[in-house]
Every structure is written in C-alpha cells, then in structure tokens.
C-alpha cells in the first residue's frame, strides 16, 4: 500500500502548502525517507513577552519536521501527540530541527526532534507520535 | 518575594507583548490566579496543508493559556517541557484553551489545558510544567 | 465489533491476572466503562532509596488503571505512549489512582489518570494513550 | 556545592538500596557522569494479563538508569515528570536501559533513556527531566 518508493519531492512540495508553518517563516531544508530537517530565523515577531523565541515558534519549527519525517514513507501517518522539553532560551539567530523516525510499526510511527541554534546546541528536545493510515501520501487530490 | 495579591491586569498587559502569539491571532480572554483562558478564530493562514488547523497554532493558543496562569500568583515560571494530544481535527471555526494549575509547589508549577470548540468538544489536551524562579511577575522592567 | 455491552466482570478478571501488578501489591478497586480505580497501600517494598514512593510504584498503579480504562469498552486497545508526573513526594499510607478515558476515537484511547494519597491531595498525574484493535477484550483465549 | 568529583561508587552503593527497583529485580550495571545502565531479566512476574512485560516493570528499569544519570555529578536531582514510549512488545529475555543526561543547566537535568532487548532493538523510549538542589548527593545521612 504505500509505494515502495516514496516521492520525495512530491511530499516537500505538498508541505511547502502549509499555511501556518509557511506564514511563520518556517523553511524546509531536506527530506529524506525517515529523516527531516526545517529551519526558522528568529525574528521579533517569534518572540515572546520576555523577549525570547516563543514556545509555539519552536514548536511549529519542530513539528513540519516531524510531520515529513513521519510521512516520508509514502503513506498517510496523523499526529496523536507530542512533548517538547525547553533547554535553553533563544534570543535570536537560526534555528534548525532535525527529525528522526526511531521507530516505525505497521500502525505507529515515532519520531524524535532535535532543535539546534547556529552553534549546533541543543536547545529543544521534541518528540511526536503518528499514526499510519492505508492511504497514500502526499493525497492523490494534490 | 511573590505578591501576596498579583496584580492581574498587569500579568494581562505584559502577555499582550508576546508577539508570536499576537501576530498568529491568539486572543486572551480571561486571567484569574491559577487560571487562564485564551481563544483563537481558525482562519485559513492556520491551516496545515490538509486543511485542519496546524499543531503549532494549538499548541501556540495552548501554551499562551499555560504561561499565564503559571505565571498568575507574580513570581516569574519558566515553562520546562509541555505535551500536547490532538484529540480531533478542526477544520475552522474559533477554539478556546483553558488552563488550570492543577499544582504548585515552591518551585515547580504544573497545569493542565483543555482546548474546546464551539460545541465544547475537546480537541487537544496540553500539560505544561514550569520552574518558578524568585522574581516578581511581570517583571519590574515593564 | 465491540460488545454493545462489555462485560466488565471478565474485564476485571482479566487484569486481575496481571503478575508485574498483582505481586507489586497494586488492587483493583472499580471498573466502569472509560473508567477505573485502582489502590496501592505503601510498604517498605515500595520505597525508593530517599525513603518516597518508588516513581515505578506510582507508575504501576497508574498503568494498570489506565489499561483498564482504555479497554473496558470491550475492544483491546495497546498503550503506545504515556506521561507521568511526580507532584508530592509520598513517604507512605495507601494511592489510589482513578482513571478517565477523555478521548476515544475509532482507533486512539487517551485517558488521565488522578494519583491521590488518604487526604485526597493529588500526588501524580497521568496519562496514556492507547491504540484500538478490532479484537474483542477479553481475550477469546481467556 | 557539587562534588567537583562526584563519587560515583558511593552514588551506585546508594542506588542499590532502592527497595522497589531491587525487588522488580533490576540490576545496576554500569555508571558514569552523565550516564548509566541498568539490566532486567524479564521472568513470568513482569508479565501483563497477556504475556508480555508490564509497563510498570520496563518504567522502573529506565526510571532507574534516569535517576541514577541526574543524580551522577554529586547533587540531588529530583524528578519531575516523564515520558515513556513502547515500540515493540517484549514477552522475555534481558532488557537494558541506557541513560544519558542530554542537557544541564543550574536547576534542570533533562536525561533520555533507550530501553533494547538482547537483539539490541529499542523496545521503548524513555525520557525524565529533574529539578536540581543545592545538596550533596549522595545524602550525608548514608
């Protein structure tokens, strides 16, 4: 059911559609099958009341990656859920994501993300969780 | 060194600097000690590319519930790590979070968000932990 | 695919069967559909080396509630992911944990679960998510 | 206030009193800073109601490996929440978790635990974040 081999370029495409990600500055970098990486130069619109890159900046940053990486096998996966563990507060610079499928089932997938500064530190720790369907990705409607 | 009586029309004014959440339409609506609430109208910019509304966009409305009613007794909370479960897709519509902090200890705050529709319908479930640090809140800068 | 009507007394037999939970002292209080309880008494056995509630005690607890939970709808349903989190220390006395299926789709079971000590202060805080089969629970082997 | 040379002797002499880990048969197999193992030989009494080994029993084994890695540069560390993932079910043979602290700051350690079988495949994933005190570790009391 999923195709055994999965159109990369097809599934980029289809996530340079997502609207919030994309008016929030996110960028993809890379896809490869089980492995993403996106990326977001803090700007002040990122920050949050303190003067810091916001919670949900980090989080939309980290989540495009975990979604390609989840889907990069060809076959619909949704998100059941995510934790993201604050390590250290951002100013400014760039940031990147980078998301690893650690483990995939017939049904589950599991991916870890780690988001980095420019100085390749970690400064987010995230993982998500998806569930594969018997459907093909990106959608045929595309 | 927390205020025996925080001034929440303050705590209100400062969370209404946090840009990325200002910018993404997120709308406070309510803050009582230990409580607070925040609403967002699902527009199309909110949209993933399958046309629900996006993670980062709850877990954005999410963690702006959860950051001020850590934040609410007037002594600084640095959020550590937070969950999120999407519970069920939205596709439009307005969505309200509600946090409350379910426990708070000398150092640690930890709160629950319920993430609702129009219907009352729970589409996301948030938990967030922060450390509380000995300075008031919102801080004397402002 | 599901009974219309579990049945709960098979249910509860069943996890009645539970070795990790039985031998750790852990014992099934209630059983309802989307909710359960279960109770732990606090021996020396269950301490850790600070002379507290070993975290893998309140886990225990936690689980087996959650497993009851997520299946009492007569369908078996698998954990894939949960959270714990440690509010009070607990140096002795009985747990009890109660468990609510907030959440149930077709294939995805969420479920909080409440950890609360004999003055019903909250001591833990859970939750699990649990992945829905088309199989009858119990067991047909039971 | 933290050893400059935590004593990690002391620190595992300390670990092997916890009485509900030594019970569930958990064995402390290696420390250093920063990191640790511990080892279970899964038998008949980690067993769920459907053979394989109960959450409860895989939680204490990484939970120990965690507390051991955030308590191992000689301050205590207690936890304040976790997350645990199951990939794949284990109906016998030995497990291994492998705890590694992934980020430090002055009050947080954050520690990701990686739970494989014999054939070394990860069986879970596991992650536990602490808030650190201004006390020796181990206890003067010990």
Do not use: W
């Amino acid at each position: 059911m999923p195709d055994a081999t999965p159109d990369l370029e097809a599934i980029k495409r289809h996530f340079a559609q997502d609207h919030f990600a994309a008016t929030s500055g996110i960028e993809i970098l890379e896809l490869q099958q089980g492995f993403a990486r996106t990326a977001l130069k803090v700007e002040e619109r990122h920050l949050n009341s303190v003067g810091i890159a916001q919670g949900g900046a980090i989080f939309t940053l980290a989540d495009l990656a975990f979604a390609m990486a989840c889907n990069s096998s060809g076959q619909v996966a949704v998100a059941i859920n995510t934790t993201l563990s604050f390590l250290r507060p951002t100013p400014g610079g760039s940031l990147v994501a980078e998301a690893t499928e650690v483990s995939r089932s017939r049904r589950i997938s599991t991916c870890t993300v780690r988001v980095l500064d420019e100085s390749e530190r970690l400064v987010a720790l995230f993982q998500g969780t998806a569930y594969i369907k018997d459907e093909p990705f990106p959608p045929v409607s595309d």
